[in-house]
C-alpha cells in the first residue's frame, strides 16, 4: 500500500485529510503521469465524477484547478455512480478518469479514485509514481500559462448514456417483479430510477433524497436491516441495496433474508455456467468468502480461485487467467464482459435477468446455501499504531489460542483496513459459540494493546 492511495484510492476525512491542496496535487500529478504519452500539442481530457457528500464539490473544483493548471482538459459528469466513471472513459475516448468519494464510509470521509484511459483502475506501480511526483519531487509538475491552460467542460447527459450502458446488458423476462431499491442517498439517486423504469420492473425507490450530508446514514448496503423490513413487510418480491457510489450491491430475498456478495456470485456463476458464459467454469473471490459458498460452488461444479481482500485484486486475477465474473462478500463484483470494475446496479440487473428467466423466487436460492457461522468485527486502532498487529506478541498468542480452540472445522482471518483504521477480525468455524468466544478473544487483545479511545 501507497503513502497516499489505500487499497481503493486515497482517502481521509474530507478537507482536514483529504486536503483541497492535496485534491489540487493529485489532479496535477495524475494528470501528468497518466497522459504523459500523449501526442505533443494535443490537450489530455479526464472526465470527473462524483458522489453526493458535501465536501465533494470543494474537492471537484480542486481536482479542476489542478488538471487544468497542468494543460489538460477537465470534463464534468456530475453526480454518478462510480462504475459510470470507469465506462464513460473509454466510451468519450477520455485518456483518465477521477471519482470523488469514499464509497460505503460515512459523511465526513471523502476519497478520489484514478482510472486509465482503459476503464481500469490503476495498478500499484503508476499509483506509485503519481505519490512519488507529490510527495518527493513536486518541482516536476510544470504549470502551464496563457493559452496552454486547461479548458473545463460539462458532459450533461452522462448519467442517461451510464444508464443506456446497463441496459444493454439485462436479458430480463416480461415480469410482474415488486421491488424495492435502496439507494443509500448516494450516487444511485441519480440513475436508480430510470434504469428500472427502462427494465420494465416495477421498482420503489428508497433513500433516494441525498442532502449532501445523508449519504450511507442508516440506510444502503451496509445499513440493510430497513429494506428487510420493507420487503418482508410490505410484500415485495425482493430488495438490492447499494452504497455511496453504487459500486456494491447486496440484496434481500423475499422472505426478508440478506443475499451477500458470495450468494449472489454463486447464483449467477451457476446461471452463467448453464448458459455456456462461465470463462473456464471459474469464479474469482476473496480469502473472505465463506466456506458453505466454497460447498455451494463445488456442488454445482464451479472452480473458485480466492485472492487477497480487495476489489483490484480480484480485477488482477481475473485479467491474468481470462475469467469473467468475480467479486467480494460485501457486494463488490466484477463482470468483466461488460465492466471493467465493480458495479451495483449491473450486478442487480444480472440478478432480476435470472429471476425472470428462471420464474423462481430469490428464497428459493438463498434456501440451497448452508453458511458456516461467521462473525467480523472492527477494531478502531490508532493511527500511530497501524501495521504493528502481527509483530505484538499479546495478539499473536490470541490468535494462536483462537486457533487452538477452533481447530480444523474453522479458520480465522486478521487484517487491516485499507481505507479506514480499523483492524478487522473475522473468524469462521462450525461451532457459533466458539466463533464468538475466539472473535471477542482476538478483538479484546487488539483494543488493549493498539485500541483507538473514539
Given amino acids: 500500500m501507497g503513502r497516499l492511495f489505500g487499497t481503493d484510492g486515497a482517502r481521509g476525512v474530507a478537507i482536514t485529510e483529504l486536503t483541497c491542496e492535496l485534491a489540487m496535487n493529485i489532479g496535477r500529478a495524475a494528470a501528468i503521469v497518466l497522459t504523459k504519452h500523449k501526442t505533443a500539442g494535443s490537450k489530455a481530457k479526464i472526465l470527473i465524477g462524483k458522489d453526493t457528500r458535501v465536501s465533494s464539490d470543494i474537492l471537484e473544483a480542486a481536482l479542476i484547478s489542478g488538471i487544468m493548471s497542468v494543460g489538460a482538459d477537465a470534463v464534468t459528469l456530475g453526480v454518478v455512480p462510480t462504475p459510470a466513471v470507469a465506462y464513460l472513459v473509454t466510451k468519450e475516448m477520455a485518456d483518465a478518469g477521477v471519482m470523488i468519494s469514499a464509497s460505503h464510509n460515512s459523511v465526513e470521509y471523502n476519497g478520489i479514485k484514478l482510472f486509465a484511459g482503459t476503464g481500469f483502475k490503476l495498478p500499484d506501480e503508476v499509483e506509485n509514481e503519481i505519490e512519488a511526483l507529490i510527495l518527493d519531487t513536486p518541482e516536476r509538475m510544470e504549470l502551464m500559462s496563457g493559452t496552454a491552460v486547461g479548458r473545463v467542460s460539462e458532459l450533461t447527459n452522462a448519467a442517461e448514456t451510464y444508464v443506456k450502458h446497463l441496459v444493454s446488458a439485462s436479458a430480463i423476462a416480461p415480469n410482474d417483479l415488486r421491488i424495492v431499491a435502496d439507494c443509500a442517498n448516494g450516487s444511485a439517486s441519480a440513475t436508480a430510477l430510470g434504469l428500472f423504469s427502462k427494465l420494465g420492473v416495477r421498482a420503489d425507490i428508497i433513500f433516494s433524497e441525498p442532502d449532501g450530508c445523508n449519504i450511507n446514514d442508516g440506510c444502503g448496503s451496509t445499513h440493510i436491516e430497513k429494506l428487510c423490513e420493507r420487503v418482508k413487510n410490505g410484500g415485495y418480491d425482493l430488495g438490492v441495496a447499494f452504497d455511496g457510489d453504487a459500486d456494491r450491491c447486496l440484496a434481500v430475498d423475499d422472505k426478508g433474508r440478506i443475499v451477500d456478495g458470495d450468494r449472489l456470485i454463486a447464483i449467477i456463476s451457476s446461471k452463467m455456467k448453464s448458459d455456456g458464459a462461465l470463462r473456464n467454469d471459474t469464479a474469482v473471490v476473496t480469502v473472505m468468502s465463506n466456506l458453505g459458498f466454497h460447498t455451494y460452488m463445488k456442488e454445482h ?110 479458520r480465522i482471518l486478521v487484517r487491516e483496513s485499507g481505507t479506514e483504521p480499523l483492524l478487522r477480525v473475522m473468524i469462521e468455524g462450525k461451532d457459533a459459540d466458539k466463533v464468538n468466544r475466539c472473535t471477542k478473544l482476538i478483538a479484546d487483545a487488539v483494543r488493549d494493546k493498539l485500541g483507538s479511545e473514539d
Avoid at 440487473?349 to 468485527?377: H, M
Fill in 301 to 410: 461444479g464451479i472452480n473458485t480461485v480466492c485472492t487477497a481482500v480487495g476489489d483490484r485484486y480480484v480485477l488482477e486475477r481475473m485479467l491474468k487467467d481470462g475469467f469473467n465474473i468475480g467479486g467480494e462478500q460485501s457486494g463488490h463484483i466484477i463482470f468483466l464482459d461488460h465492466a471493467t470494475t465493480g458495479d451495483g446496479q449491473l450486478t442487480a440487473v444480472k440478478l432480476l435477468s435470472l429471476l425472470t428467466q428462471s420464474g423462481r423466487r430469490l428464497s428459493e436460492y438463498n434456501d440451497e446455501f448452508t453458511d458456516y457461522p461467521q462473525l467480523l468485527e472492527n477494531v478502531k486502532i490508532t493511527d500511530n499504531k497501524k501495521g504493528l498487529w502481527d509483530k505484538d506478541e499479546n495478539i499473536l498468542a490470541a490468535i494462536k489460542e483462537a486457533e487452538t480452540a477452533l481447530g480444523a472445522d474453522g
